[in-house]
C-alpha cells in the first residue's frame, strides 16, 4: 500500500465518523480532515470528480466551522455580560407619562415593554416601586396568551422608553446577545417574584396564631 493510499482509507475512515458525530462542530472538523485526505488521494489517482467535490466541500466546511465558533464566542460573551440596555435604546421609542396615568392594567393585551427614563412609576397588585432604569413589561411576552399579570401606574410624572413585542421577536432571532439579554431579564423577574412570595407567605405564617392551645382547650 502507497502512502497516498493509505491516506485515501484514512480520509474514507474519518467521513464514516463524521457521519456518526451528533455534534455539529466534531462533524465539521472531520469532515474538513476527510476532504483534505480525499483531496490527496484524488490528486494522485486522477479522480477529477472527486477533486471537484472536495474544492466545494472543504471551503464550505471551513466557513461553517467558523461560523459556528463565532457564534459560541458570541453566545459565551452574552452569558458574561450584564442587564445594560444602553445598546437597546436606539429600537426604543420615547414618550411622556404624566402622574395618575396606567401604562398598562391586568388582563390587558400585552404588545411591548418599558424602560423606565425619569418618574415614579409602581406595579400595583405587588405594591412595588420601580427605580429609574429599569425594564417592565417583559413578561407579557413570555405568557401563553400574551397577557399582563400586573398593573403599572405612573405615581409622578416622566419618560420611559417603549419598544413593541414584534421588535423584540426580531431582535431575539436576530441577535443571540439579546437573546441571552432577554432571558436573563425574565429569570431575574421570575425569581425575584418568588423571593417577595415566599417572603410574604414566611410574614403571613408568623402572624397566625399559635393553634395549639386553642387545639387542647378544645379537647379537654
Given at each position: 500500500m502507497t502512502w497516498f493510499e493509505a491516506i485515501g482509507w484514512f480520509g474514507a475512515v474519518l467521513a464514516v465518523t463524521g457521519s456518526a458525530m451528533k455534534t455539529i462542530i466534531p462533524l465539521r472538523c472531520i469532515g474538513i480532515g476527510a476532504n483534505?485526505?480525499?483531496l490527496i488521494f484524488s490528486s494522485f489517482t486522477g479522480n477529477y470528480p472527486s477533486i471537484v467535490v472536495n474544492l466545494i466541500l472543504l471551503p464550505l466546511n471551513s466557513i461553517r466551522l467558523?461560523?459556528?465558533l463565532g457564534l459560541i464566542k458570541r453566545?459565551?460573551?452574552?452569558?458574561?455580560s450584564d442587564l445594560s440596555m444602553e445598546w437597546l435604546k436606539p429600537f426604543m421609542t420615547r414618550r411622556k407619562t404624566a402622574a395618575g396615568e396606567v401604562l398598562f392594567a391586568k388582563g390587558d393585551t400585552a404588545n411591548c415593554m418599558y424602560?423606565?427614563?425619569s418618574g415614579r412609576y409602581r406595579l400595583k397588585e405587588i405594591d412595588i416601586e420601580l427605580l429609574q432604569g429599569q425594564v417592565v413589561g417583559e413578561?407579557?411576552?413570555?405568557?401563553?396568551?400574551?397577557?399582563?399579570?400586573?398593573t403599572l401606574e405612573c405615581l409622578e410624572g416622566g419618560e420611559v422608553l417603549s419598544i413593541s413585542y414584534d421588535e423584540v421577536r426580531q431582535l431575539y432571532f436576530q441577535n443571540p446577545e439579546f437573546g441571552f439579554y432577554f432571558l436573563r431579564l425574565a429569570s431575574e423577574r421570575l425569581f425575584s417574584n418568588?423571593?417577595?412570595?415566599?417572603?410574604?407567605?414566611?410574614r403571613l405564617r408568623a402572624e397566625l396564631p399559635d393553634v395549639g392551645p386553642v387545639q387542647k382547650a378544645a379537647s379537654a
Open positions: 483534505i485526505c480525499s467558523y461560523q459556528m453566545v459565551k460573551q452574552a452569558s458574561k424602560f423606565t427614563i413578561m407579557g411576552f413570555m405568557s401563553p396568551h400574551n397577557t399582563r399579570s400586573q418568588m423571593e417577595k412570595m415566599e417572603e410574604e407567605i414566611a
